[in-house]
């Protein structure tokens, strides 16, 4: 079990979603090394999101809609093919950004209760990490 960093807020409530699904990629320039042919991982994705407000089931977010928003899009593809990775290398920092953006756009239209992806750990590797947390607007 992995312990999450965990973002500083003060909402009532935040949720924690844990998924993992397997999806190919390639980087395509010399300076990926290896990681310029195609090869596969099984990523493990947290989602954090919080709110002050339920929606009328209780639900902050309905755990299973995060999974299928992510499932739907990335399990079983080849990354490169996503348009989210039209002008991008679909690496985990940016795959970390895209899922977060997302959520973000899934919670704003299909959550009528105001809640906020707070960030995004995608993990690679048993060894490797990112951890996506968008700045606050200014």
């Known amino acids: 079990m992995m ?7 003060d ?4 949720l924690n979603k844990d998924l993992n699904f397997s999806a190919a990629h390639h980087i395509p320039d010399a300076r990926a090394g290896k990681c310029e042919r195609v090869h596969g991982h ?5 989602i954090t999101i919080a709110g002050d407000a339920l ?30 990775f039209r002008d991008i290398p679909p690496t985990s920092e940016t795959l970390a ?3 977060h953006d997302m959520v973000q756009s899934y919670i704003k ?7 906020k992806c707070l960030q995004i750990i995608l ?3 048993p060894t490797s990490y990112v951890v996506y947390r968008p700045k606050e607007k200014r």
Do not use: W
Request: hydrophobic residues 35%; proline residues 5%.
């Open 97 to 99: 950004k895209v899922i």
């Open 42 to 46: 099984t990523y493990h994705v947290n």
């Open 109 to 115: 239209t299909e959550q009528p209760n105001e809640v």
């Open 55 to 84: 929606d009328d089931l209780g639900f902050l977010v309905n755990f299973s809609a995060l999974k299928k928003l992510i499932m739907d899009e990335f399990d079983h593809r080849l990354l490169n093919d996503h348009e989210a």
């Open 123 to 125: 993990k690679e590797t």
């Open 3 to 9: 312990i999450y960093p965990i973002p500083s807020h």
């Open 11 to 14: 909402y009532e409530y935040e």
